[in-house]
T-cell receptor, first 112, second 116 residues
Framework: QKEVEQNSGPLSVPEGAIASLNCTYS??????FFWYRQYSGKSPELIMS????GDKEDGRFTAQLNKASQYVSLLIRDSQPSDSATYLC????????????FGTGTKLQVIP | GAVVSQHPSWVICKSGTSVKIECRSL??????MFWYRQFPKQSLMLMAT?????????EQGVEKDKFLINHASLTLSTLTVTSAHPEDSSFYIC????????????FGSGTRLTVV
């Protein structure tokens, strides 16, 4: 059973600070990883995808992947109250239908 | 691009009745559709994977006779919750895989099902 683990939080950060979200995964063969943001009562929206070891930056967001440690993280710089949501880490199967397995999510609260 | 339209956004039904949820890909062909269920304060749990023109593959513990999935065309997949019970009340979300850079996944807006 493939697993994606996240701390459920809540993680509270002041406005303007850096929020750091972490995720570990069990399938050493996984190649593709995603971070989604989900507001309460809404469906997830993709923030970033990452496939290679190292960092990937997009605006205020930076995803980091370490395949040796089976670890994925998401940094949010200059956090805004509108960033308050649940952040879901996900991995994609390398074979078959390439289904996506989600972590339980980390709730982020950005305090004004 | 890569938009999935999901309907209805919410539905209330009586115990024992059936409810159909539709997901349509508007600007691409969705050969594969994933159906998820999310209970309050929990993550998305994959229920089944469907491919156009073939039977759906259900995850362990999901009753295929209760959750009927039809993926008859490249733009439409449906999930029917048969003989619904209050414990089926949940947020149901579809997700389609589309060809983009290294494949992408787009989500429908979700359906809040309440069984009374």
């Amino acid at each position: 059973q493939k697993e994606v683990e996240q701390n459920s939080g809540p993680l509270s950060v002041p406005e303007g600070a850096i929020a750091s979200l972490n995720c570990t995964y069990s399938d050493r063969g996984s190649q593709s990883f995603f971070w989604y943001r989900q507001y309460s009562g809404k469906s997830p929206e993709l923030i970033m995808s990452i496939y290679s070891n190292g960092d990937k930056e997009d605006g205020r967001f930076t995803a980091q992947l370490n395949k040796a440690s089976q670890y994925v993280s998401l940094l949010i710089r200059d956090s805004q109250p509108s960033d308050s949501a649940t952040y879901l880490c996900a991995e994609r199967d390398s074979g078959g239908y390439q289904k996506v397995t989600f972590g339980t999510g980390t709730k982020l609260q950005v305090i004004p | 691009g890569a938009v999935v339209s999901q309907h209805p956004s919410w539905v209330i039904c009586k115990s024992g009745t059936s409810v159909k949820i539709e997901c349509r890909s508007l600007d691409f062909q969705a050969t594969t559709m994933f159906w998820y269920r999310q209970f309050p304060k929990q993550s998305l749990m994959l229920m089944a994977t469907s491919n156009e023109g073939s039977k759906a593959t259900y995850e362990q513990g999901v009753e295929k006779d209760k959750f009927l999935i039809n993926h008859a065309s490249l733009t439409l997949s449906t999930l029917t919750v048969t003989s619904a019970h209050p414990e089926d009340s949940s947020f149901y979300i579809c997700s389609a895989r589309y060809r983009g850079q290294n494949y992408g996944y787009t989500f429908g807006s979700g359906t809040r099902l309440t069984v009374v």
